[in-house]
T-cell receptor
């Protein structure tokens, strides 16, 4: 059964620092992987979606990489800002045709201090 | 504005009192689903729907019901809520199943 793990559970950094969030999964046969941001009292906002055939995706200061063979994805945030403070979740989808096979990690709570 | 809405956002109720959490999307998405989020467990899927009148169980369906009579709406029904259903609930939709999912703001439910 696919397990998705995010370490650390919480991370605190000073403003301006570059940082990496980690996501690991046990079954490398994934269809895609998605990174979300979750703000308190709000829903999940999709940040980046990486298809299984891709190695990375970039959006602004965010860069997500995917290494299926090692079962790992990283979310790199450049020049962090206090507004980046949130919980970051990764989720993997196992297959295209099955609909209840999206697995989420428990998230990393990021605090960026001014 | 494209969005997924949920109501209510916060709900405190007592054991056994039936409740419904509504979910609506305005993007003409075929696929909708419900998740619950608990500390340390991540999001777990409760039910999903591929289209009108087509629903199926997710990972944790016990104690929940859903219906999909219209494409835009996907209500979650708790016929007899219990304290172990205290959780944060999210509705999500996407164009179809493997595509990017859009999430509602969440409903925080407390059952005493």
């Amino acid at each position: 059964k696919q397990e998705v793990t995010q370490i650390p559970a919480a991370l605190s950094v000073p403003e301006g620092e570059n940082l990496v969030l980690n996501c690991s999964f046990t079954d490398s046969a994934i269809y895609n992987l998605q990174w979300f941001r979750q703000d308190p009292g709000k829903g999940l906002t999709s940040l980046l979606l990486i298809q299984s055939s891709q190695r990375e995706q970039t959006s602004g200061r965010l860069n997500a990489s995917l290494d299926k063979s090692s079962g790992r994805s990283t979310l790199y945030i450049a020049a962090s800002q206090p507004g980046d403070s949130a919980t970051y979740l990764c989720a993997v989808r196992l297959r295209r045709v099955y609909h209840n096979d999206m697995r989420f990690g428990a998230g990393t709570r990021l605090t960026v201090k001014p | 504005e494209a969005q997924v809405t949920q109501n209510p956002r916060y709900l405190i109720t007592v054991t056994g009192k039936k409740l419904t959490v509504t979910c609506s999307q305005n993007m003409n998405h075929e696929y909708m689903s419900w998740y619950r989020q608990d500390p340390g467990l991540g999001l777990r899927q409760i039910y999903y729907s591929m289209n009108v009148e087509v629903t199926d169980k997710g990972d944790v369906p016990e104690g929940y019901k859903v219906s999909r009579k219209e494409k835009r709406n996907f209500p979650l029904i708790l016929e007899s809520p219990s304290p172990n259903q205290t959780s944060l609930y999210f509705c999500a939709s996407s164009l179809s199943s493997p595509y990017e999912q859009y999430f509602g703001p969440g409903t925080r439910l407390t059952v005493t």
